[in-house]
């Protein structure tokens, strides 16, 4: 997104064909958390991660030998798999390594490193592209994923459910056993011990005690992720038809954005401190305020910077703790199905909300009356999340 103007003005790219073009990576990213679940369930988690990242690194060098519309489109629909397949993966990753009393804060803090990493592209963008051409962006989003590769593969242990789901024998099974503390007796075989793989997670996932579970978590995600990506994407452009100057509105939406990294960064402590459901439940209950105010900019006057920080940290920083739910309600054996289906779930909503609202202002509603159905969503969001107090039947001491 940051690099389309320079490519618009060199290519003479139509914006509509722009957008295809650039929503090809959206497309990838569903085929490529699509793809991890059915990969993940037996091969390494740091190999795939490693995987991820080196095709991800492709796909992006790629982009820079681009030279018509039909190759960037196909390069950016390679980037966006691998992305697609190493984010649910890095959850999944963390949820089955990291203690369940500091999961939900690590989950923040990854989930953060999105938005921080989208501050950087924009920074890097703005300093390269103007003397050395659009590519050289994506160059350097070829040339970090391979600075990560190594650190990785030498940095992220292999849990032990990872090794007993990869077969691997029982000296190395018990040598991590022991690693993370866990004595093992003389003669035991811990991979007898430990759940068995499941055939098929993704059917594991939609019947049973986790059906019910499962359909709150994504409808929950799906309806976060409209509300967010609609305060992030429309309310710069709708402050600027309520009167704020471009300036304004640019700096507006970035009160926004930060009091959504605020969030990302505050929000998984108190996860780990009083309960991911508790939490989640109070922001996006919050959230249903600040929408509303957002309408009233003519009352508002100063006191809307303000409101949009808070729109910001509860309306779209919220949207860790529905992915905090699944790091911490889920076994491990379905963990990268589920952090797939989630996914999913997101990038519907992030197409769904801007476009939902764009429909309802080319139907005629205003401005005040958008952000009044905009308060839908977060409802639905503490309904789902509050319907999830009870564990899936079959997942005790998730």
């Not at 966006?80 to 203690?99: K, M, N, Q, R």
């Not at 905090?324 to 779930?345: D, E, F, K």
């Not at 197409?351 to 609202?357: E, K, S």
Request: a positive charge; glycine letters at 12%.
């Amino acid at each position: 997104s940051f690099a389309a103007p320079f490519i618009k003005r060199e290519w003479s790219v139509n914006p509509a064909l722009l957008g295809v073009i650039f929503s090809a990576s959206l497309a990838g990213a569903i085929l490529g958390a699509a793809a991890t679940s059915a990969l993940g369930k037996r091969m390494s988690r740091r190999s795939f991660l490693a995987a991820c990242l080196l095709w991800f690194a492709i796909g992006s060098a790629a982009t820079t030998f681009a030279g018509n519309t039909t190759e960037l489109l196909v390069s950016r629909l390679l980037t966006g798999i691998g992305l697609g397949a190493a984010i649910p993966l890095t959850l999944a990753t963390i949820a089955e390594s990291i203690p369940l009393g500091i999961r939900a804060r690590s989950i923040a803090f990854v989930i953060g490193g999105i938005p921080l990493g989208g501050i950087l592209a924009g920074l890097t963008t703005a300093r390269l592209a103007p003397e050395f051409g659009w590519r050289a962006t994506f160059l350097v989003g070829a040339i970090v994923p391979l600075v990560i590769v190594p650190i990785i593969w030498f940095n992220v242990r292999e849990s032990v459910s990872s090794l007993v789901r990869q077969g691997v024998g029982d000296d190395r099974i018990v040598e991590a056993l022991r690693a993370d503390g866990i004595a093992v007796g003389p003669g035991e075989l811990p991979s007898r011990a430990m759940p068995q793989v499941m055939r098929a997670p993704v059917r594991e996932l939609v019947r049973g005690g986790y059906a019910r579970s499962t359909i709150l978590v994504l409808v929950a995600i799906l309806f976060g992720a409209v509300l967010g990506y609609f305060l992030t994407q429309w309310v710069p452009a709708l402050l600027r038809g309520a009167g704020s100057s471009a300036r304004e509105a640019s700096i507006r939406g970035a009160y926004l954005n930060a009091g959504a990294i605020g969030a990302i960064l505050t929000f998984g402590y108190l996860m780990d401190r009083w309960g991911v459901i508790r939490v989640t439940v109070v922001g996006y209950a919050c959230a249903i305020p600040m929408v509303a105010l957002l309408g009233q900019t003519h009352l508002l006057g100063n006191l809307i910077d303000p409101v949009l920080v808070l729109a910001g940290l509860f309306g779209v920083g919220s949207q860790v703790g529905a992915t905090a739910i699944v790091a911490t309600r889920y076994p491990s054996q379905l963990q990268v199905a589920m952090g797939s289906l989630t996914y999913i779930s997101s990038r519907l909503g992030a197409i769904l909300g801007p476009l939902v609202a764009g429909f309802l202002l080319y139907s005629g509603l205003d401005r005040v009356a958008l952000f009044y159905v905009m308060c839908i969503p977060p409802a639905v969001v503490v309904s789902c999340v509050l319907l999830l107090r009870d564990r899936p039947a079959d997942a005790p001491g998730v």
